[in-house]
C-alpha cells in the first residue's frame, strides 16, 4: 500500500478554474515536495514544504502537519498547466523519497 | 544550462545484454539518485549517493549496479538485463541534505527490454 495517496487521479477543467490537487500522508515527515511531469517529459520540481505555504505564480503550496495532508493550488488555469502532478515526502531520517502515483490534469482551452 | 543530463534517452536492449545510463549534473551537488517510474506506481529508488566515492540502495536495488567516481557524475549499470527492467528512468540531484533545498530530475531514459 502506497504511503502517499493524492487525489484525485484524474481531473479535466475548464481554462481560467481555480484548481486543487490533494495529498496524503501516513507518518511524520521532514519535507514534502510537489513535482510537474509533462507528457513523455521530465520532472519539475515545484515546491518543497516543510511547514505553511509557498506561492510560485499561479501555484500554490500549503502543507498542514497535523493533519498529514497537503495542497496544491493553480490559480487562473491555462492549458499549459496540462501535466501530472506528483506528491513526494521524505520521512525523518530516511534519504529515500515516497512518491504519489500522480494526478493527471488537463486543461480544456 | 546547467541541470542534470541523462544519456541515452531512448534505448532497447535484449535480454541479458548490459548496458550503463550516465547522469551527469553541473550544479555541484553533493546527491544523486537513480528512479525508475512504472505504470501505475509512483517512481522507486533503486540507488542513490551522498557523494563522490559513496553509494547506496534504495528500495528496488536488484539487477542494478552504480559508481560515483566523480562528484558530478552518476552511473547506472544493468550487468543482464531482463524484461522486468522495461521502465523509465530518472536521475536527480539536490545541493544537500537540509529543508530549503529541492530536486533537479532529469529528462529520463525510456529503456525496453525484450
Known amino acids: 500500500k502506497n504511503e502517499v495517496e493524492q487525489s484525485p487521479q484524474n481531473l479535466t477543467a475548464q481554462e481560467g478554474e481555480f484548481i486543487t490537487i490533494n495529498c496524503s500522508y501516513s507518518v511524520g515527515i521532514s519535507a514534502l515536495h510537489w513535482l510537474q511531469q509533462h507528457p513523455g517529459g521530465g520532472i519539475v520540481s515545484l515546491f518543497m514544504l516543510s511547514s505553511g505555504k509557498k506561492k510560485h505564480g499561479r501555484l500554490i503550496a500549503t502543507i498542514n502537519i497535523q493533519e498529514k495532508h497537503s495542497s496544491l493550488h493553480i490559480t487562473a488555469s491555462h492549458p499549459r498547466d496540462s501535466a501530472v502532478y506528483i506528491c513526494a515526502v521524505r520521512y525523518f531520517g530516511n534519504e529515500k523519497l515516497t512518491f504519489g502515483t500522480g494526478t493527471r490534469l488537463t486543461i480544456i482551452p | 544550462n546547467a541541470g542534470v543530463t541523462q544519456t541515452p534517452k531512448f534505448r532497447v536492449l535484449k535480454t541479458g545484454q548490459s548496458m550503463t545510463l550516465l547522469c551527469a549534473q553541473d550544479?555541484?551537488?553533493?546527491?544523486m539518485y537513480w528512479y525508475r517510474q512504472d505504470p501505475g506506481m509512483g517512481l522507486r529508488l533503486i540507488h542513490y549517493s551522498v557523494g563522490e566515492g559513496t553509494t547506496a540502495k534504495g528500495e528496488v536495488p536488484d539487477g542494478y549496479n552504480v559508481s560515483r567516481l566523480k562528484k558530478q557524475n552518476f552511473l547506472l549499470g544493468l550487468e543482464s538485463a531482463a524484461p522486468s527492467q522495461t521502465s523509465v528512468y530518472f536521475c536527480a540531484s539536490r545541493l544537500f541534505s537540509g529543508t530549503d533545498y529541492g530536486y533537479t530530475f532529469g529528462s529520463g531514459t525510456r529503456l525496453t527490454v525484450v
Open positions: 550544479m555541484n551537488h553533493e546527491y
